[in-house]
């Protein structure tokens, strides 16, 4: 299983119970599926930098899991049939421990 992070933009006009109760149904979508939910964060609403639709404002949710990709397709799947959403952005997340930055090549000597 690899790890993912997704990001949804759910429509204004929402509420914030809808919207705690479509994020729950969410991750219970990721535990039936065989997933695992690591971590979840509600950044509320925002302003959008341009206008969706009709819409100049949404609310953010942010999840990240474990999971194996056939399930990441099946939640792409449904994000992109409900009504509701109107962008979701989902991304493998790399785990820092194995990150390692490239070498830069050297700076050539300044010429004299």
């Known amino acids: ?6 990001v949804i933009l759910i429509h204004p006009r929402l509420s914030d119970a809808e919207v705690g109760e479509f ?3 969410t991750k219970q979508a990721i535990a039936k599926g065989g997933g695992e939910v690591v971590g979840d964060d ?3 609403r925002r302003k959008l930098a341009y206008p969706i639709g ?3 404002e949404g609310f953010y949710l942010y999840l ?3 999971a194996k ?3 990441v397709n099946e939640l ?3 994000f992109r049939i ?3 959403i109107l962008r979701t952005l989902t991304v493998h997340a790399e785990d820092p421990a194995h990150f390692q930055p490239k070498p830069r090549p050297p700076k050539p000597a300044p010429a004299a």
């Not at 299983?1 to 997704?6: G, I, P, R, V």
Request: no cysteine; aromatic share 12%; charged share 35%.
């Open 1 to 6: 299983m690899l790890t993912y992070e997704t």
């Open 23 to 25: 994020a729950e149904k």
């Open 42 to 44: 509600r950044w509320g």
């Open 54 to 56: 009709n819409s100049r």
């Open 64 to 66: 990240k899991f474990n």
């Open 69 to 71: 990709g056939e399930l």
């Open 76 to 78: 792409n799947k449904q």
């Open 82 to 84: 409900q009504e509701d």
